[in-house]
Nanobody, 120 residues
Framework: QVQLVESGGGLVQAGDSLRLSCAAS????????MGWYRQVPGKQRELVAL???????KYLDSLKGRFTISRDSAKNTVYLQMNVLKPEDTALYYC??????????????WGQGTLVTVSS
């Protein structure tokens, strides 16, 4: 069974930095794109950043320059470096990955979410 395990969330002050990690465990799963989404109560989940297997990245426009996504494909792990955090960055951050199994079935996974709280 394949699953995503996130870590790195917590309570920080405005201006601080955090790094989120998400590791995919399980065999027979070839990962293509990995990414981070976030959600606050009452709002839709939004894309924060994603990175393809080839290293191409995409960011929510308002986060460019503060957040950086990276991945270690050998470890099936994706990271989100968040700098100069603001109270409005407070949200539940979810890891996402898609790819295919050894039998070429498409698979999309979500992590359980890690809470980031930024105090003013």
């Amino acid at each position: 069974q394949v699953q995503l395990v996130e870590s790195g969330g917590g309570l920080v002050q405005a201006g601080d930095s955090l790094r989120l990690s998400c590791a995919a465990s399980g065999s027979s799963f070839t990962i293509n794109t990995m990414g981070w989404y976030r959600q606050v109560p009452g709002k839709q989940r939004e894309l924060v950043a994603l990175i393809t297997a080839g290293g191409s990245t995409k960011y929510l426009d308002s986060l460019k320059g503060r957040f950086t996504i990276s991945r270690d494909s050998a470890k099936n792990t994706v990271y989100l470096q968040m700098n100069v955090l603001k109270p409005e960055d407070t949200a539940l951050y979810y890891c996402n990955a898609d790819g295919h199994t050894s039998t070429l079935h498409y698979l999309e996974l979500w992590g359980q979410g890690t809470l980031v709280t930024v105090s003013s």
